[in-house]
């Protein structure tokens, strides 16, 4: 009984977190000085860095393409990382999706050369600084998963937003190509 | 002055005995997971993990969501399938047919539940013969039916990837139907000409889905297959 009691108690904490972990921050737009890996890459329709040639509203376009493809998933190729989220079984699923696209667009728009955080569409702000091999912690992901979510999600989620083929490998590209951002994620 | 010595260590030996009593729990087999799962908490992540496999019925279920947004007109005249037979072949019909070309296969996660690892062409009759070793997917469904068959293949060569995209894209006009959807170029020289250069057919049936995708993944080129019942 006291178990029982002590795993509730700590699961309407633990659901009180998924919800709710990324809100505090350093404010919406904060400048900084921190540059992300794709900062220095260039677009070749533009010469600029993918932050600077589509700007935000294009990145929010392209994060919740990513989601839209990924919860339409049914391939389990993605196992249990993606697989639950939004279909609300478990229940807390439904209600990370927010948070999940918080962090997504915001580690995206960092990576690519934006700010260090960022207020998403749900009016909270997201880091875009994030340890991969932590937030990955537990998701035993594997190396074709991980291909499966680039070709399946992240380019068409480019592609359909109007990103041309060259500048999705002259710009997006090489930060999640690179063998030690892969490395980063797969088999944590 | 007295008092307020002895309440402060009072407090203070209240609240070592706390943190010890914690620190014990934590150790405990019933504690080490909650901790576990605060620990990811507190590094953002979500404490109950998403590794569980779904069950039969919430695999039926993401089928049944999966076809209301991917269904075409037209009844496939065949629904090839690596060489399985959709909605008919069994959970134990696979295993066996995999495990007597040698090939290992274990419990997926997410919707797919059963994961085999290299997999020759050999053991997947429909199969564009001489393709790479392919990890390959398989969903059932309540009756224990075979929902959808999905497989990843990878070589450092673009030629065996461009031409395994055209077999399968050959046999599925020739067994399915005609293509729906056609993006890229899939030649050798279009995949490698850069970094996640990719090209897909998609085929689109009132009772069956197939989609193929090859992309230059920069250390490899990997073709993705995938064969739905819907």
Same mark, same amino acid.
């Given at each position: 009984m006291i178990k029982q009691i002590l795993a509730a108690g700590v699961l309407l904490a633990a659901m009180q977190g998924c919800g709710s972990d990324s809100t505090s921050s350093m404010g919406a737009g904060a400048a900084s000085t921190d540059l992300g890996p794709g900062a220095a890459l260039k677009c070749t329709s533009s010469g600029m860095n993918a932050w600077d040639t589509f700007g935000a509203d294009a990145f929010v376009a392209v994060n919740e393409s990513i989601f839209t493809l990924v919860v339409g998933?049914? #391939? =389990?190729?993605? =196992?249990?990382a993606f697989g639950k989220? =939004?279909?609300?079984?478990?229940?807390s699923t439904t209600d990370d999706l927010a948070t999940f696209k918080g962090n997504l667009a915001a580690f995206l728009v960092y990576a690519y050369g =934006?700010?260090? #955080?960022i207020k998403y569409t749900d009016g909270k702000t997201y880091h875009g600084p994030q340890s991969m091999p932590e937030a990955h912690a537990g998701l035993a992901i594997t190396s074709d998963q991980y291909d499966y979510f680039i070709m399946n999600q992240v380019v068409p989620a480019l592609t359909m937003n109007g990103v041309t083929m060259d500048d999705v490998s002259s710009c997006f590209a090489p930060i999640v190509t690179d063998p030690d951002f892969k490395a980063s994620i797969v088999g944590k | 002055m007295k008092r307020a010595l002895a309440r402060a260590l009072t407090i203070g030996a209240g609240t070592t005995t706390l943190l010890l009593g914690m620190v014990f729990f934590a150790h405990t087999s019933t504690g080490r997971p909650i901790a576990l799962g605060l620990t990811r908490m507190a590094h953002g992540g979500c404490p109950f993990g998403y590794d569980k496999a779904m069950s039969p019925a919430e695999r039926e279920r993401a089928r049944s969501n999966f076809a209301a947004s991917h269904r075409g007109e037209q009844r496939a005249a065949n629904r090839p399938a690596l060489g399985f037979t959709l909605d008919q072949t069994t959970r134990e019909q696979v295993v066996a047919s995999m495990t007597a070309h040698g090939v290992r296969c274990a419990q997926g996660m997410g919707v797919s539940d059963l994961s085999c690892t290299q997999v020759p062409s050999a053991a997947l009759p429909g199969s564009a013969p001489g393709a790479p070793p392919r990890t390959v997917w398989f969903t059932f469904g *309540? $009756?224990?039916? *075979?929902l959808a068959v999905i497989a990843v293949s990878k070589d450092a060569r673009p030629e065996p990837i461009s031409d395994a995209f055209a077999s399968t894209r050959r046999s599925l006009d020739e067994q399915a139907g005609a293509v729906a959807t056609l993006q890229g170029e899939a030649d050798s020289k279009s995949l490698a $000409?850069? *970094? *996640?250069?990719e090209a897909s057919a998609e085929f689109r049936f009132s009772n069956y889905y197939a989609l193929e995708r090859a992309a230059n993944m920069g250390n490899g080129f990997v073709l993705t297959e995938e064969y739905r019942s819907l």
């Open positions: 998933d049914t #391939s =389990g190729k993605l =196992g249990g989220i =939004g279909t609300g079984m478990p229940a =934006g700010p260090t #955080s | *309540l $009756k224990d039916q *075979l $000409k850069g *970094l *996640l250069r």
